[in-house]
Every structure is written in structure tokens, then in C-alpha cells.
């Protein structure tokens, strides 16, 4: 298991717009939509970080990476079920986990919110006493470390919102030991969890099927990464 992370930084209109002739049609139509620069730079980001990881990784042209979704969303390399990857982006960054058994990542920018209100309405009793622990700044960071940890859980199963956020429960002991209890039974030991302190005002997750969770983090360069990129599309296979 791998784990990737982009600081994203600022492209030109022109160099956006080179690479996004190199997209299918699909990932193209979909950046057109988004309104803010940001958010279509950090999607592209995300597509061509997972491309070129897969290539590197496992040895695939370009042209035959073809990611398909699952009916939640959930994207998948066609044909390559023991690829597993997932993306996650906020603000500056882009992170990227990539193994061989089903994986879900999460970042989020901690910011002001009506944590409380949320976590009353939305989270497990447990979860609740958990966050309200402490002043309001560990309140809050308590917070986003169970937000971004259910949703590696959800983004790990693939089922996005579908899947109520009450109906499992993430327990920190105090040695920041990370477990899952699912309240339908569901095996609750299966699921491996790892926080990562990316940067002090994120707060970053993964959640996996493989119990050597990576705690390594191997940051690239956004220029490198677009330069690793135009060589793949221009060889249009491996390097
Ligand atoms: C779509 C969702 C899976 C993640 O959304 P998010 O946290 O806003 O966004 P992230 O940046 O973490 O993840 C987005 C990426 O996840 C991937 N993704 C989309 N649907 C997915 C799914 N069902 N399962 C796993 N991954 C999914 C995609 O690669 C997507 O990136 P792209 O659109 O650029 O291709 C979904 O859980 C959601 O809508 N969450 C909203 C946030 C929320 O209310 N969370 C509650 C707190 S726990």
C-alpha cells in the first residue's frame, strides 16, 4: 500500500488547458463544470496523479488506464480488480492512496463549523462524547479527525452517503488506537484505519482491508508530476 499527497499550486490557463486536451472526453466534460479554478485544478490533479501512479506502478499505457465508477461514484481501473486506488482533495491538497485490497482516504481542511450540531445529528453517542473532550480548539480537531475517518470508511466501502453516518462508530482509545464498530455486525475487525499529520491544519485518513495500514506519506512535486504526466501521454506507455 501506497500514500500520495500533492500540494497543489496555481497553473496557468494555457498549461490547463494543454492538459486537459490530453483527457477523455468524460473527465474534460467534467471540469468544464466546476465553476472555481481550484476545484477544477484539484480534480486534474487527482486524475493525473493516479494515472501516472498506476503506470509507474503497475505497468499500464494510458491509454488502456480506463476508470470506470461503481453505482456510488466510487472510481475503479477497469479490468484490474487488485488495483485498488482512492483520491481525496481540500484546499491544498491532493492525496492519493493506492493497494492490492479495497482502500478509501480522506483529507479535510479543519475549519469553523458548527461541529457540535453536526456531530449531535449525524454521528454515534460515542462519537459525540469524543469530540466534545477538551477546549473548543480540540473540540474541533477531534471533529475532523472522526469526520475524515468515517468517510475513509465510506469511501473504503464505496457507498458514499448512501451509507447512514450513524450506522457504525469510530472508537479512539486513549493510546490513539483507531476501531470500528458497525452496527448492523458486520465484521468489525476487517477494517484497518491510520491518521496522518500531513500539515497541522488538515486533519488526513485511510481506511483499509490490509492490516499493514502505510503510515508513510511520499509527497511529489506538482511540476514534477506534470512532467512525469506529458511523458506518459507522449510515450503512451511506461517509462
Ligand atoms: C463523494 C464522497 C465519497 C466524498 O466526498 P468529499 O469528501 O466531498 O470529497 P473527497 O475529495 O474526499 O473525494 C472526492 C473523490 O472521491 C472519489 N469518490 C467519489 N465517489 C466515491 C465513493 N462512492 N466512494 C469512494 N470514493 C469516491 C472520487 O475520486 C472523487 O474525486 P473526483 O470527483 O475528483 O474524481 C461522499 O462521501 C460525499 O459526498 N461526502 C460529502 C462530505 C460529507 O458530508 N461528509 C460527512 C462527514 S463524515
Redo the contacts with the bound molecule.
Sequence with gaps: MEIYAVKIMNISNEELNDLCSTLDVEKRC?LEKYIKLEDKI??LI??LLIRTLINKKFKIRNKNIIIE??Q????FLKGNPKHNF?????EDFVVCAISDTPI?????KIKQIEYKE?AKG??TENEYDYITRGDAQDQLKNFFN???L??SF????????SMP?NLFSLEIDNINNIRLIHKLGESNSKYYFEVFDIDSEYKMAVCSLNKNVSSNLVMIDQQSLIKDYYKLVLDGGTF
Design positions: 467534467k484539484r480534480s487527482g486524475d465508477k461503481n456510488y461514484g466510487k472510481p482512492n483520491i481525496s482533495h481540500s478509501g482516504i480522506d483529507i479535510e453536526i449525524f454521528f472522526i469526520w475524515t468515517k468517510e465510506i469511501k473504503c466501502c464505496g457507498t458514499g452517503l453516518l
